[in-house]
Structure formats: C-alpha cells, structure tokens
C-alpha cells in the first residue's frame, strides 16, 4: 500500500489568510483526491486532481477557493483561500490503490482551525 | 443522490463483547461498498469490501455482508479487543455517483478492558 504524508498535520490561522496543504505519496499515482471533513461530518470529496491536468472540482467547491496544484506523480498541494471559520476541518488527501479508484489510500489529515 | 447512514457513536463496548455498526445506503446502479478504518493520529485505512450482492468482506476478524434486499452493510466482529478502537467509516462508490467515494459519518468505537 502507498505510504501518505501531509504537511502540516495541523494550524491554527486567521480569517482572511490562506493555507497551502501538502500531500506527498511515496509511490507513482496517477489519480490523488481531496476531502474535507468537517466537525461531525462525513468527508466530502472537495476535487480530484491528475498530473498534467486541472482538477476537477466537484459541486460546491471552485478553484478559486481551493486551488489544487499537481507537478508530478507523487506530489499535489490544496490551498484554502480567504479563510473563515467555516473551513475549520480536517482536510485529506488519498490516493488510488492498485486496483484502481475502487481502492484508496488516505493520508492522515490536516487539522485547520479557523479563527 | 448515493448517501450513506450509519449509526451515531460513540459506541463503547467491553472487551471480547460482540461488535455490530449498522450501515445502509442509496445509491443509483449496483454500488460497491466499503468500510474504512480511522485509527487514532492516522489516516483511514480500507478494513474490507464487497463488490456485489452477497458478497462477504473479510478483515482482521472484522466481517460485513453485502444485503442488497435490505440496502446494508453492517460491520460486525465476534471479540472486539482495545486496539479497536477506532472509528469506522461505511462508504460506496458507484457508476451512477461518477466513481466517487460516498462516507456516512463515522462511528467512534471505543473498548475498554
């Protein structure tokens, strides 16, 4: 199974900044997703992002809000723009197994807290 | 829309006690289905899944019965241990859903001695 960083594990920023996740795979995948967990809640898928392309986003999230970047197979950023303390969440990425998008491997969160 | 519903946590069982963790779902076409596993500090982890009706995934001593009649799938294990504890997140992907993965809300486990 693949091995999944994110940094940072967690932050605490104010409304008005942004915070650049990073998500870092220790093996070639073609296909990486982005969840947000908020408090309570089941994860929500936020966009898929493929190396070479942009990231398809799905409703209720924009690029402009949550800016993916992808450069290469083992590594992709999310950037959560204009805070406000309702992007307070954990915030995952995961990747697909051998098998496929049937299969995924999650890394183990970012915790952003939202002041 | 596929959904997934779960029951509500915390769950605390003793040791050795019988563990089930309800789960039903909706979706459109034939969905496969999934538990993760989330254990303290880490990322979630798939326990095990089933890709069609009356299929049994197996896992650590960890079972779950696809029933479409019934649209469940309930986790079960005989002899839960401390190091279970856990929460456990019921999820499915189907074609209708765009191959996306869909979580109910997650169960916090917790056992004691």
């Known amino acids: 199974s693949a091995v999944i960083s994110q940094k940072p594990s967690r932050d605490i920023c104010q409304r008005g900044t942004s915070l650049t996740i990073q998500c870092q795979v220790d093996?070639?995948?073609?296909?990486m997703f982005w969840y947000r967990q908020q408090p309570g809640q089941s994860l929500t898928l936020i966009a898929t992002?493929?190396?070479?392309?942009?990231?398809?986003?799905e409703s209720g999230f924009v690029i402009d809000k949550f800016p993916i970047s992808r450069p290469n197979l083992t590594f992709s950023t999310l950037t959560v723009s204009n805070m406000s303390p309702e992007d307070s969440s954990i915030y995952l990425c995961?990747?697909?197994?051998?098998?496929?998008?049937?299969?995924?491997?999650f890394g183990p969160g970012t915790r952003l807290t939202v002041t | 829309g596929d959904s997934v519903t779960q029951m509500e946590g915390p769950v605390t069982l003793s040791e050795e006690a019988f563990l089930t963790i309800n789960c039903t779902y909706t979706?459109?076409?034939?969905?496969?289905l999934f538990w993760y596993v989330q254990y303290p500090g880490e990322g979630l982890q798939l326990l095990l899944k089933?890709?069609?009706?009356?299929d049994k995934g197996s896992n650590k001593g960890f079972e779950a019965t696809y029933r479409k009649e019934t649209t469940s799938f309930h986790l079960e294990k005989g002899s839960v241990q401390v190091s279970d504890s856990a929460v456990y997140f019921c999820a499915l992907i189907s074609t209708g859903g765009g191959n996306k993965l869909t979580f109910g809300t997650g169960t916090q486990l917790k056992v004691e001695l």
């Open positions: 992002a493929n190396q070479g392309s942009e990231a398809t986003y």
């Open positions: 979706a459109t076409g034939y969905p496969s």
């Open positions: 995961s990747v697909e197994g051998p098998r496929g998008v049937y299969e995924q491997y």
């Open positions: 089933a890709t069609k009706a009356d």
């Open positions: 093996s070639q995948v073609t296909m």
